[in-house]
Nanobody, 120 residues
Framework: QVQLVESGGGSVQAGGSLRLSCAASGYTVSGNCLGWFRQVPGKEHEEVASLDTGGTNTYYTDSVKGRFTISQDNAKNTVYLQMNSLKPEDTAMYYC?????????????WGQGTQVTVSP
């Protein structure tokens, strides 16, 4: 059974930093495809950042480029999202997700989410 467990959310002031962690079990991070999404009430999930093909390809949505970094620790079977220079508009529930098959753009597994709140 695949489980993705996020942690590291919290409340910070604008300009601050947080590091989100996504610990995977029943799923091998190395060589697979994982990502971070965020959602605010009333809006669709937004793909924030993702790793593809063993961590060699990355994607960032435009609004976080230069501020967020996705990375992986294969030994810990964990994916991270380092978030710097946070803005109030980054406030959302952040979810970790993983694909069963990298070549299929289908996010099969989801974590329970961790809340990030950025105050002005």
């Amino acid at each position: 059974q695949v489980q993705l467990v996020e942690s590291g959310g919290g409340s910070v002031q604008a300009g601050g930093s947080l590091r989100l962690s996504c610990a995977a079990s029943g799923y091998t991070v190395s060589g697979n495809c994982l990502g971070w999404f965020r959602q605010v009430p009333g809006k669709e999930h937004e793909e924030v950042a993702s790793l593809d093909t063993g961590g060699t390809n990355t994607y960032y949505t435009d609004s976080v480029k230069g501020r967020f970094t996705i990375s992986q620790d294969n030994a810990k079977n964990t994916v991270y999202l380092q978030m710097n220079s946070l803005k109030p508009e980054d406030t959302a529930m952040y979810y970790c997700a993983a694909r069963k098959i990298c070549s299929l753009y289908l996010w099969n597994y989801w974590g329970q989410g961790t809340q990030v709140t950025v105050s002005p």
